[in-house]
T-cell receptor, first 112, second 115 residues
């Protein structure tokens, strides 16, 4: 079945850029998402990209999609301590299943 | 809208007891999802409903787990009898029809501890 892979941890210094990577297997993915989960809370959508795009920018966030390699990344510029959270990659396929598949999440730790 | 509402936020129970988790989706959303999150297994989809009808319950781990959606504004996830390995955070999420980019809106979760 479809699978979404992410590294489990990323540690960065405050003010640096963070890059969180994700790979997926479903070649018919139509939408790819990044969700953020803060401590003690549910997941919240950060941004998404349609599969016919290769980049999307939203303030400090840049999403890059390499559809050929099935690779998605989220770059956070000028990372702040408030960005510390778990970031989930998710993909939604076009092959009839419109239910997103989530990765296991990457814990971003921002230290001073 | 108040968002997806879950209750209780925390539940501590003894092994063998029945546990009922509750969810109120966002009004107008016709899809409802139950997830379980653990360190070992990450975020797992347990079951989802469309227009109150269960569509896919293949993620429900065992017969001890059951879910209902008696109306568009309420769903329950029941575990009977509960076991220590059921300890996890359980999330409810709702969405509009998922055929487009429509995102899932998650509740704050119920942290379940079974001793």
């Amino acid at each position: 079945g479809e699978d979404v892979e992410q590294s489990l941890f990323l540690s960065v210094r405050e003010g640096d850029s963070s890059v969180i990577n994700c790979t997926y297997t479903d070649s018919s993915s139509t939408y790819l998402y990044w969700y953020k989960q803060e401590p003690g809370a549910g997941l919240q959508l950060l941004t998404y990209i349609f599969s016919n795009m290769d980049m999307k920018q939203d303030q400090r966030l840049t999403v890059l999609l390499n559809k050929k390699d099935k690779h998605l990344s989220l770059r956070i510029a000028d990372t702040q301590t408030g960005d510390s959270a778990i970031y989930f990659c998710a993909e939604k396929g076009g092959g009839g299943s419109y239910i997103p598949t989530f990765g296991r999440g990457t814990s971003l730790i921002v230290h001073p | 809208d108040a968002g997806v509402i879950q209750s209780p936020r925390h539940e501590v129970t003894e092994m063998g007891q029945e546990v009922t988790l509750r969810c109120k989706p966002i009004s107008g959303h016709d899809y409802l999802f139950w997830y379980r999150q653990t360190m070992m297994r990450g975020l797992e989809l347990l079951i989802y409903f469309n227009n109150n009808v269960p569509i896919d319950d293949s993620g429900m781990p065992e017969d001890r787990f059951s879910a209902k959606m008696p109306n568009a504004s309420f769903s329950t996830l029941k575990i009977q009898p509960s076991e220590p390995r059921d300890s996890a955070v359980y999330f409810c999420a709702s969405s509009l029809a998922p055929g487009l980019a429509n995102e899932q809106y998650f509740g704050p979760g119920t942290r379940l501890t079974v001793t």
